[in-house]
């Protein structure tokens, strides 16, 4: 089987990685939804989830449809490029909004707990309003005028901004931590494991998508680079969209809230069931 044209083997992947998404970020939106755990620092956590979901509910099977000549003109090509990009910056927007909320509460709690709840409503806004901003200037530049290289600035500047923010507030998370000398109380406890727990999501988001942003940049800057593998591609996708599957798999193993709310529903499910 010719791994360098679509198949069944890769409409399989694809479709699996679609659903999976869309399974458990649905869970995880009940669970973060549920009472007891609809706290403000999960508001967050929750446009996460959703970003995720979108994913696998219209980015992939948009994805797809590019591969089965099933469309003329340029409409679905530039809705599933529009898709794509939206729900990734969209990602990654927010977790760097979650990596600086984690280094206030952390560095700065007592001003933290003051933040009322449209400081959140703000901050949750924000990503989803700058990533739908850049998107749709990347198809303008991709489609209506093109200019590649206002594009790859573009692109660039909206992959390596939130990293580098990201980055910088947990290097600031980390020096606050190795001169603090005062012991901790049981919420700025819970606030730390809920911080270790999104960075670790934000390193399996790093180690997911710069092998696509590198992909960008060398198939932009590189003219003789451009005939790259097709399964090299496929990979380097199913990569990027495998980190909506990453982070239903984190919340149970490190957040004890999420994972207890998972075995309770799991429990009354069975019991619905007999």
């Known amino acids: 089987m010719n791994f360098n044209e679509w198949n069944i ?13 869309v399974a458990g970020n649905t869970v995880t939106l009940v669970i973060f939804l ?17 970003a995720d979901l979108l994913v696998g509910l219209l980015s992939i099977p948009l994805y797809m449809t590019l591969h089965y000549d099933l469309y003329e003109g340029p409409v679905v090509p530039a809705t599933a490029n529009w898709m ?16 600086l909320e984690r280094m206030y509460a952390i560095g700065w709690p ?14 949750i806004a924000i990503p989803w309003i700058l ?3 850049a998107s749709s200037m990347a198809i303008v530049l991709l489609y209506v005028v093109p200019k ?28 606050k931590e190795s001169t603090r000398l005062i012991p901790r109380q049981a919420q700025e406890i819970r ?27 060398v198939y932009s800057l590189c003219n003789f680079c451009r005939d790259i593998s097709p399964a090299i591609v496929f990979i380097i996708k199913l990569l990027q969209f495998g980190n909506s599957v990453i ?10 809230e999420y994972r207890a709310a998972l075995v309770e529903m799991v429990c009354s499910y069975r019991c619905f069931c007999r």
């Open 9 to 21: 083997i890769w409409s399989l992947s694809f479709g699996l990685m679609a659903a999976i998404p």
């Open 34 to 50: 549920k009472r007891q755990l609809r706290k403000r620092p999960h508001f967050l956590l929750i446009s996460l989830a959703v």
């Open 84 to 99: 794509d990009m939206f729900t990734g910056l969209t990602s990654i927007f927010t977790l760097a909004v979650i990596s």
């Open 110 to 123: 007592f001003p933290h707990r003051a933040l009322s709840c449209q400081s959140y409503i703000f901050a």
């Open 131 to 133: 990533a739908l901003t």
């Open 148 to 175: 590649p290289i206002m594009l790859l600035i573009l692109l660039s500047v909206c992959l390596s901004a939130p990293i580098v923010i990201t980055c910088t507030a947990y290097f600031v998370l980390w020096k």
């Open 191 to 217: 606030d730390l494991k809920l911080a270790k727990t999104v960075g670790l999501i934000t390193g399996a988001f790093l180690v997911t998508w710069l092998p696509f942003e590198y992909l960008i940049l």
């Open 247 to 256: 982070n239903i798999v984190i919340y149970p193993v490190k957040n004890e």
